[in-house]
C-alpha cells in the first residue's frame, strides 16, 4: 500500500485545515496509521495515530485538543483535522502505516510505510 499526504497550505494562527492521507495499491485496513511531522531543522515528530478500525486513537500532547485523526476505510483514506493552529505547527507533515496496534510510546515506531510529506505553514 503506498500513502500519499496532501491538503497542506498556508492557513493562519488560529486557523484550521484538513489533511488526507490516501492509500492506493490496497486496502487501509487492516493498516494502522500515523501522523508525524518534522520542522525545518528539527526532529521527525509524534502526531497521533488511529487504530485500523478507528476504535482508538492517540495524541501528542502539543496537539491534544486541537488536532483530530479520523479515517474512511470505504474511501481509504485517513483526515488529519487542525484546528487552532499555531505558528509552531509549521512542518512537512507525513502519514506513515503500521500492521500491528500499538500502545503508548510504542505508538511513535515500528510504522513501515511512509507516503510524501505535505507542507504546512501557519502565519502569526
Known amino acids: 500500500v503506498q500513502l500519499q499526504a496532501s491538503g497542506g497550505g498556508l492557513v493562519q494562527a488560529g486557523g484550521s485545515l ?3 492521507c ?8 487492516p493498516a494502522v496509521i500515523g501522523w508525524f511531522r518534522q520542522a525545518s531543522e528539527k526532529e521527525r515528530e509524534f502526531v497521533g495515530v488511529i487504530m485500523d478500525r478507528g476504535s482508538r486513537v492517540l495524541y501528542s500532547d502539543s496537539v491534544k485538543g486541537r488536532f483530530t485523526i479520523s479515517r474512511d476505510n470505504a474511501k481509504n483514506t485517513v ?9 509552531e505547527d509549521t512542518a512537512v507533515y ?3 502505516s503500521r500492521t500491528n496496534r500499538c500502545v503508548g510510546a510504542a505508538c511513535y ?7 510524501q510529506g505535505t507542507l504546512v505553514t501557519v502565519s502569526s
Open 94 to 96: 507525513y502519514c506513515a
Open 22 to 29: 490516501a492509500a492506493s495499491g490496497g486496502t487501509l485496513i
Open 79 to 87: 483526515y488529519l483535522q487542525m484546528n487552532s493552529v499555531r505558528p
Open 109 to 115: 515506531h515500528g510504522y513501515n510505510s511512509w507516503g
Open 18 to 20: 484538513r489533511l488526507s
